[in-house]
């Protein structure tokens, strides 16, 4: 059963920065699409940014422009959400979710569509920006 694992996340102050990684076993890194998404406390989760099987497609919500960036290393079956200049805001669990080929991610962001394409899920990391 493929199995994904977030980490990175952590207490950061306004203006600071974190890396987030996803550990993907169980399925191979380079046919899978990644998505992050994230859940603030009483919200609904949303889709923070994708990337396309090869990195070289990446889609972001507008909070997210300018500010993250998402990458991947399928050589170490990882995935990455770079996140600067982090605000209150971005106050959340974030999440990686994988889909074969998929292109539900990009949906998500670009016209609303749910999330329930999306095949594999990791338990999550907190990041909790605060001063």
């Known amino acids: 059963q493929p199995q994904l694992v977030e980490s990175g996340g952590g207490l950061v102050e306004p203006g600071g920065s974190l890396r987030l990684s996803c550990v993907a076993s169980g399925l191979t890194l380079e046919h899978y699409a990644f998505g992050w998404f994230r859940q603030a406390p009483g919200r609904e989760r949303e889709a923070v940014s994708c990337i396309s099987t090869r990195g070289d497609s990446t889609n972001y919500a507008d909070s997210a422009k300018g500010r993250f960036t998402a990458s991947r290393d399928n050589s170490k079956n990882t995935v990455y959400l770079q996140m600067n200049n982090l605000q209150p805001e971005d106050t959340a669990v974030y999440y990686c979710?994988?889909?074969?080929?998929?292109?539900?991610?990009?949906?998500?962001?670009?016209?609303?569509?749910?999330?329930?394409?999306?095949?594999?899920w990791g338990n999550g990391t907190l990041v909790t920006v605060s001063s």
């Open positions: 979710a994988a889909e074969f080929f998929g292109m539900t991610c990009p949906k998500v962001i670009v016209v609303g569509m749910a999330d329930s394409g999306m095949e594999y």
